[in-house]
């Protein structure tokens, strides 16, 4: 696997430069939240077919201000629905995605249940077993 | 002048011709003219109850991601952990993890062929496919303990080693599903029901599917050929003779065919590991409450709907810090059915529906 660490605002730019070279595949997006470094780590898993290779992409963004550029002029709806993914679970803005609808949680209004400050075993105490103090 | 009305309706998540998944259907007159996929129905958090447990303890949770085929999701884990742990495993679990994936394939297209049967009207196909799958379910049962959920696959190896008698139960299991295939044959794949409501229906193109990020059978069958265990390939799977079945339809025909064919292939690869597994340990084993080394790894295999892949973090706990799933479905029901189904005819959704292959993993 090659890995790459870039800044964010260059997300785009180098993404692109990727597929153009044969990085054709976007395997995965994945997030993962840093509370103490506040932080949330976002990394592109993107395969060749030609190369026979794998890349990271992996990027920084703040965790109060969690915005990064959308690239689903790369790769059109299935980048939409792993961004819609992290949005939902993780509370981040892709800008120039217009489609960060709900996709598994309908009515959800709690905190993003994915981060790691969302406490899911005190959530399903109060929730499912009326547990007051929770 | 007959005035033309557009309808919306929804198809799903409970309804008797779907899995547990629903899609929101705009049509005119028979013309499916929007859809929108609505998954969530079995969204079980996967990911965040797998940060609450040990290593070993999700062992046990990942083969529940999709029923029909654990062993995959038991394998993707466990090479993960494998690697950051930096454990070896013994070359005899190795060729045990891969016998029992491909019997996975195996009992995976066989419930897919009685779905699309279903789908289709053919329902013999429908029953039959369901008795040969069973006699695979029996050998999971002898050797794992469990039908349906196996709980197998551990890091470093498999859990214990096969049974005495196994291989010649295998074999015998083999030859019946062999001679089912050719039933199979003559009642599905050659039949001019089942050709004229898959042929030319449901068309996804080369160049879209990748876009969209299909893999597995559904991509094969765009003429594409790409799978895990040839170009990226793990465990075993190097020194095996196999081929990639490939069509150039990229209708639900095409697709149908990749999965009949993958079933042949596979029992070719189970013959070859029987025939040359080795003797020896079968598990280099790990403290259950073991701490890994901080790390981070993908993970990707090759399974019966696509790529399953696995990205762990680990910060040196006994827990995983972070596990994100990437399962074939997600990319298969989201935006490639919405592509399909978007032009299509309101009698040909179930059809399209089910060439696809649906299972629980698009929500996790």
Redesign the interface.
């Known amino acids: ?1 090659i890995k790459r660490k870039i800044e964010k605002n260059k997300l785009v730019e180098v993404l692109k430069k990727a597929k153009q070279q044969g990085f ?5 997006l ?4 840093w509370p103490e470094k506040k932080k949330f780590e976002l ?1 592109y ?1 993107i395969w060749s ?1 030609k190369k ?1 290779k ?1 890349l ?1 992409i992996k990027t920084f963004i703040e965790r109060d201000k969690p915005q990064i550029k959308s690239v689903v002029e790369l ?4 980048a ?2 792993h961004e819609r ?1 992290a949005h939902e679970l993780f509370g981040i803005d892709f800008e120039g995605n217009k489609n960060l609808t ?5 009515d959800w209004k709690g905190k993003p ?2 981060r790691k400050d969302f406490d ?2 005190k959530f399903v105490n109060k929730k499912y077993f009326g547990d007051k103090n929770a | 002048m007959h005035e033309t009305k557009t309808y919306r309706f929804p198809i799903g998540p409970a309804h008797p011709a779907m899995a547990n998944f629903g899609i929101d259907i705009e049509i005119e007159g028979e013309k499916v003219i929007n859809a929108k996929s609505d ?2 129905y079995l ?1 079980r ?1 996967f ?3 797998m940060e ?1 447990r040990t290593y070993l303890q999700n062992t046990i949770l990942v083969g529940r991601v999709c029923v029909f085929e654990p062993f995959s999701y038991e394998l993707a884990y466990n090479i993960a952990v494998d690697k950051i742990a930096g454990l070896d495993v013994p070359e005899r679990g190795s060729y045990i993890r891969v016998m029992m994936s491909e019997l996975m394939r195996i009992s995976s297209h066989l419930v897919w062929m009685s779905k699309m049967c279903r789908a289709t009207g053919l329902d013999t196909v429908l029953k039959l496919a369901i008795t040969y799958r069973d006699y695979i379910l029996e050998l999971f049962e002898e050797s794992t303990g469990g039908r349906v959920y196996p709980v197998y696959i551990r890091p470093g190896g498999v859990r214990w080693d096969l049974p005495d008698r196994f291989n010649e139960h295998l074999e015998k299991a083999l030859k019946k599903l062999e001679d089912g295939l050719l039933k199979i044959d003559g009642l599905m794949f050659k039949n001019d029901i089942f050709i004229s409501r898959t042929r030319n229906v449901g068309i996804l193109k080369k160049n879209t599917a ?4 299909a ?1 597995g059978p559904v991509l094969k069958a765009c003429g ?1 050929k ?1 799978d895990i265990r040839k ?2 390939p793990y465990e075993v799977y190097k020194e095996l003779d196999f081929d990639v079945p490939v069509y150039n339809g990229c209708d639900s025909y095409s697709r149908s065919l990749v999965r009949r064919n993958e079933i042949e292939e596979s029992i070719k690869i189970i013959r070859q590991l029987v025939k040359n597994m080795p003797s020896g340990n079968h598990i280099n084993k790990i403290s259950p409450f073991a701490s890994l080394p901080q790390g981070e790894v ?1 993970s ?1 295999i090759e399974g019966a709907r696509g ?1 399953i ?1 696995f ?1 762990i ?1 680990s910060t040196g706990s006994d827990m995983p ?2 596990v ?1 799933i ?1 399962s074939p479905s ?2 298969h029901f ?2 490639v059915l ?2 399909i189904l978007t032009g299509s005819q309101i009698a040909d959704v179930p059809v399209i529906y089910w060439s696809l292959d649906p299972c629980a993993d698009m ?1 996790r």
């Open positions: 696997m054709e595949h976007l395997s995965c994945s997030v993962v939240d990394n898993l077919y026979k794998l990271s790769w059109g709806a299935n939409e629905a993914e709900p996709l598994f949680l309908k249940p994915f899911w075993r | 998954p969530g969204h958090g990911e965040k109850l609450y990748i876009k969209l990020g893999t594409f790409y170009d990226n993908y990707r790529e892949g990205h973090i810090y972070r994100k990437r997600f990319t989201i935006p919405e592509d929500d």
